[in-house]
């Protein structure tokens, strides 16, 4: 069997987060994979990605194309993405992996060409999900995103048809997945970093115990329902993040807040290694690396019981859940956590161990182990039944 030419394709490359950590981990699988994208900013990757991605090519619609320099063009880029998917030419690859929560999934390629789909989440925004921006919501904007959202969801619906195999890095996307493409799919969970344990962290120099809530401060990630229980228990809290509603929380917190902004990881994870648990108020979240990093440092989590963290936290060793997002119930349950916490009720060292299901290393093993086994069946010939005429 000759070695497959392989190509990676993802949405956007103007972040550091999530997705593009799963396509850092393709790349270590795949080395010589050019990656396509419709946009690339280097000054946002980070290093570890840049010294991994060799090729990076966004084509001749896109972003950095002349096609994007156009002001009019690029402020209303959503209607015409697809057109950067679909002018790829992927016709010289064996196999094409997209990474996609989006649109990258809806590359074209030929019927001898493999075609794997990493499904982050269907495109939050098309099917009711909260998402980061609230820009969509403007009633001036409504008329233009409903007529603009029902062409987006024929697409993708049909772009979501067209790799041979689809993966979602979670149960929780895998559901959406069948309900909005009436697709079967296969789990593996994103990777994540878990060797936090083994490292040596200088102690904070705070003298009272605190805890942590890490993310982009968004109005689905629930910050304000965080800051409002911590400033009536009076119980130290350190938020680590920005984002749009950033001037807002910090009018609500009082003193026994702390903003600490955005810091580098080694500094983030010093933070997080020190602290007593980690609260997560996000609602309906796609899978939650940031609490399999948490328990990878042997740090209890709070989290809402949705989406998928019910996946991750085992309850009553990694932490706990809150079922509401009313401010009473939530009070309680964080008193409740609280106790637990401060009395060592959850099972540190457990944590450790079970964050490793779910590291980088799992990761490329399973994921290269899917894909060359769909390679191995690509490459079998086709056995025409026998015309008995």
């Known amino acids: 069997m000759k ?3 392989v190509a990676i394709v ?18 270590d699988i795949f080395p010589d994979a050019p ?5 690339y900013n280097p000054a946002t990757m980070g290093e570890s990605f840049k010294s991994r991605a060799k090729k990076i090519i966004t084509g001749t619609i896109g972003l950095n194309s002349t096609f994007g320099k156009f002001p009019i063009l690029t402020k209303y880029f959503t209607f015409l993405l697809p057109l950067a998917f679909e002018n790829f030419d992927l016709s010289e690859y064996d196999i094409i992996i997209s990474s996609s929560s989006s649109y990258a999934k809806g590359v074209i390629t030929r019927p001898d060409q493999l075609h794997i789909g990493y499904i982050h989440t269907p495109p939050r925004f098309l099917y009711g999900y909260s998402v980061e921006s609230t ?11 409903m007529l603009v959202d029902h062409y987006l969801k024929v697409w993708d619906y049909l772009a979501a048809q067209r790799a041979d195999f689809l993966v979602a890095n979670s149960q929780n996307v895998q559901k959406r997945i069948k309900k909005f493409y009436r697709r079967d799919s296969t789990v593996i969970h994103p990777p994540v970093e878990t060797d936090f344990a083994d490292r040596v962290y200088a102690k904070d120099s705070m003298q009272q115990p605190y805890y942590i809530a890490i993310g982009r401060f968004s109005d689905y990630k629930n910050f304000d329902l965080i800051i409002q229980a911590f400033n009536l228990l009076g119980i130290p809290l350190k938020i680590i993040g920005t984002g749009v509603e950033e001037a807002k929380l910090r009018k609500m917190a009082k003193s026994n807040i702390e903003f600490v ?7 983030k994870h010093r933070l997080w290694h020190n602290s007593l648990g980690y609260i997560f108020a996000g609602e309906d979240e796609d899978f939650g690396i940031v609490l399999v990093e948490s328990l990878s440092h042997g740090i209890p989590v709070l989290a809402h019981r949705s989406g998928g963290p019910r996946e991750i936290i085992r309850e009553g060793k990694d932490g706990m859940f809150f079922d509401s997002l009313n401010l009473e119930s939530f009070v309680e349950k ?7 916490v401060r009395g060592k009720k959850f099972d540190t060292e457990g944590s450790k161990k079970h964050a490793q299901k779910f590291s980088k290393e799992v990761f490329k093993k399973a994921f290269e182990k ?12 086709t056995l025409l039944p026998l015309n008995d005429a």
């Open 334 to 340: 964080l008193k409740e956590f609280d106790q637990k």
């Open 261 to 267: 902004g955005r810091v580098s990881d080694e500094e």
């Open 3 to 5: 070695t497959p030419k």
């Open 135 to 145: 820009k969509r919501n403007a009633w001036y904007y409504k008329p233009v995103v």
């Open 370 to 381: 899917f894909v060359m086994e769909r390679w191995g069946e690509k490459q079998k010939p």
């Open 10 to 27: 993802h949405d956007s490359l103007t972040q550091h987060g999530g997705g593009e950590k799963v396509v850092e981990a393709i790349l």
């Open 35 to 39: 990656v396509y994208t419709s946009v």
